[in-house]
């Protein structure tokens, strides 16, 4: 499932239940330090989750 704002996509991607990743295509560009955004090429970044209460615990990441 892909969602778009303003030219930015995210796509929350599930090959497994219960994991999740969320992929920012133009993740490189946000600004800052976050822990759990993974990824070293040009462009995307990526956030994995194992179930439902780690998204919940990263929330305000």
């Given amino acids: 499932m892909?969602?778009?704002?303003?030219?930015?996509?995210?796509?929350?991607v599930q090959y497994n239940k219960p994991q999740v990743n969320i992929?920012?295509?133009?993740?490189?560009?946000?600004?800052?330090?976050f822990p759990h955004l993974e990824g070293s090429g040009p462009t995307a970044r990526f956030?994995?989750?194992?179930?439902?209460?780690?998204?919940?615990?990263?929330a305000k990441e």
């Fill in 2 to 12: 892909m969602f778009g704002y303003e030219g930015d996509l995210a796509t929350f």
């Fill in 23 to 33: 992929m920012f295509n133009r993740g490189a560009r946000i600004p800052g330090k």
């Fill in 47 to 58: 956030m994995r989750f194992k179930d439902a209460a780690e998204v919940d615990g990263r």
